[in-house]
């Protein structure tokens, strides 16, 4: 099972883990949706048959930055080369 994964200054959780309260922008695709966690709980899942793969994010935080480092941690969470 894939787990909470530590890329630089970025969390990453993937879908169906637990995640504190927050905004989550899923970081695996290109224009990922965002999901606010009102109270912990968990992330959803991507319906698309891919893990999803989400990182907490900051209203001034970019997608652009997180997604090397982001798509780097999913590769390692689901094991792919």
Known sequence: MATTSDVGD???Y???Q???PGRYRRVDVVDGRVVVLDTAD???GS???HVA???RIEPALSLAALRPAAT???KRL???D
């Open 10 to 12: 970025i969390r990453c």
């Open 14 to 16: 993937t879908a169906g």
């Open 18 to 20: 637990a995640a504190p």
């Open 42 to 44: 968990v992330l959803p």
């Open 47 to 49: 319906l698309d048959g």
């Open 53 to 55: 793969v989400y990182a």
């Open 72 to 74: 780097s941690a999913a």
């Open 78 to 80: 689901v094991g792919a």
